[in-house]
């Protein structure tokens, strides 16, 4: 699967939920070949965004959650590319609390396959750090793309509405560590890690 790639980027905003803000910095994740891409995540800033897409035709916008930092911008960016916003259901009360006035157009399922560029970009319902929150496993690039759900170091943070931190754990131990062990991990925020570095963290 030489044709298809992952290209990336970082960008810098705010993420604000349950009063406060904070300064963040996403990751812009793009899978894809030459022609065409899938986008994981809006975050911040859709000029940045189309760097990364670099005149491709987007295919979809895929949101890891929808927690204003991965999803704010989803909206302007389908009328930038006209491609639709794949969400999971279960993150609709996180998704009005940015988008009040419009909603995603396809629902992502667990184990639904989304083709891009001649791979299979499997996805995982991982709920924890929110509740529709999903991973989405490449198998033909030895990859998944985890969001919010694990970082390198453990399990992302659930430490406010709608995010439960025994479900996280639950969800990275039954789905994620059922993954190869040599596969990379690349995250909502930081540096990659792999499934086995993070197995020995969570255990």
Not at 148 to 167: E, I
């Amino acid at each position: 699967m030489g044709s298809v790639r992952i290209d990336h980027a970082v960008v810098s905003g705010t993420f604000s939920l349950d009063g406060e803000t904070h300064e963040v910095d996403n990751n812009i994740w793009v899978i894809g070949d030459d022609e065409e891409c899938l986008v994981i995540d809006a975050p911040h800033d859709v000029d940045a965004i189309m760097d990364v897409v670099a005149g491709r035709q987007v295919k979809a916008i895929v949101l890891t959650h929808a927690h204003d930092d991965h999803s704010r911008m989803a909206p302007a960016l389908r009328e930038r590319v006209t491609a639709p916003i794949m969400l999971h259901p279960d993150d609709k009360p996180l998704w009005e609390l940015t988008h009040t006035d419009t909603l995603w157009d396809v629902d992502l399922s667990d184990g639904q396959s989304i083709k891009i560029g001649g791979a299979a970009v499997k996805v995982l319902h991982t709920p924890g750090h929110a509740p529709g929150a999903v991973c989405l496993y490449v198998h033909d690039l030895d990859c998944v793309f985890t969001g919010d759900t694990l970082f390198q170091g453990g399990p992302g943070a659930t430490g406010r509405s709608y995010s439960d931190a025994d479900v996280i754990v639950a969800s990275i131990r039954s789905t994620l560590f059922r993954l190869p062990a040599e596969t990379v991990v690349h995250t909502g925020h930081g540096d990659d890690t792999t499934i086995a570095a993070e197995m020995k963290t969570i255990g």
